[in-house]
């Protein structure tokens, strides 16, 4: 039965579903109807959850801590969160400065629902990961979306920046390295842009750093609030440890930032999630304060698959992938493939449809670039088998070859 005319709210209707779930969901559906299915689209690490944390996990539950905590976190978390900013990114915050939520998300979420009034303007650069417009739009603001193209390698130019800053612009949501496309950010980037927001006081900054341990190549990782403490009375350096630390369905995602903010954000949280999973916040600590040895690991293998992923993808007919230097994510352009047919009859004549083509054709599930706020590209993860990686990019150069 239909929900009544006018049930369901209309703030809902600003919002879409998340593409990259619904791209993940369509592959495991096929997947259970028997087709032959690579999935290229979850954003999560393969591996499994680092021993350590997962011990540490159990004692609390054997310890019995398995009630609510505090809205912000129990303390010896935000006591990490805050040794974790010093020791990696120099950034000086007390804990009670510092806020975790259930998932990195949450944070975002709280942090623009308990700030943007109507009319806000919040700048986006594109490709941007697919929440962050939708929050904005969620909570009645305005998303201002500057494409960012591949011949300035995906980043933000000060130019573009200054550009966009208008008087109703309250916040800069600026990812690195970034997802969908693993761009990154020198030091000398960075300044370039801190020096156009240092001449705009009303624009905050809401750093999205989650990403931050899985460069490669020898890159060097730094955070605004490092190249420009001026900011840090008006910027919000958000993290977690679902990404570097293989922990994405427990559900921990933190922030540190002005505490003023910090109380409003608890002031939201207290009247939905409340508080973040106690067994994960214990599992978080260890994350944070344990040993980080396995990350080098994982950073090699990932610099593996992205160097395979390119390389194979680059002697693709029609596709330009350019070498990213973090996350696990290449998001190529196939400009080169736009108004071909498949050997179906289909036109092949956005990012959507080229995407649908191939996972009806071959089973290689790809998010198309338009979710992502720029196109013709799409989005591929490399979170997975070098096995099914080679043969997904196999795939994908049989159905760029059989194009006409």
Known sequence: ???????????????KPSP????TTKARELKAAGMDVIGLGAGEPDF???????????????????????????????????AKFKRENNIDYKPSQTFVAPGGKTVLFNALMATINPGDEVIVPAPYWVSYPDIVLLGGGKPVIVECTLEDG????????????????KWLVFNQPSNPTGACYTREQLKALTDVLMKHPHVWVLTDDMYEHLVYGGFKFTTILEVEPGLYDRTLTMNGVSKAYAMTGWRIGYCGGPEDLIKAMAKLQSQSATNATSIS???????????QDFIPKFQK???????????????????????????FYVYPSIKGLIGKKTQKGKVIDTDEAFATALLE??????????????????????????????EACHRIQRFCGGLD
């Open 1 to 15: 039965m239909p929900l009544p005319k006018g049930f369901l709210a209309e703030s809902l209707g600003r919002i």
């Open 20 to 23: 990259t779930i619904a791209v």
């Open 48 to 82: 499994d959850t680092p021993d350590n944390i997962k011990e540490a996990a159990i004692k609390a539950i054997r310890d019995g801590q398995t009630k609510y905590t505090a809205v912000e976190g129990i303390p010896e978390l935000r006591a990490a969160i805050a």
């Open 154 to 169: 995906f980043r933000l130019t000060p130019q573009a920046l200054e550009k966009a800053i208008t008087p109703k612009t």
């Open 281 to 291: 916040q214990w599992a978080a600590v260890e994350a944070l304060n344990g040993t």
């Open 301 to 327: 293998i990932f610099e593996e698959r992205r160097d395979l992923v390119v390389s194979m993808l680059n002697q693709s007919n029609g596709i330009q992938c350019p070498k990213p230097e973090g996350a």
């Open 361 to 390: 054709d071959t089973g290689v599930a790809v998010v198309h670039g338009a979710a992502f706020g720029l196109s013709p590209f799409f989005r591929i993860s490399y979170a997975t088998s070098n096995k099914n990686l080679e």
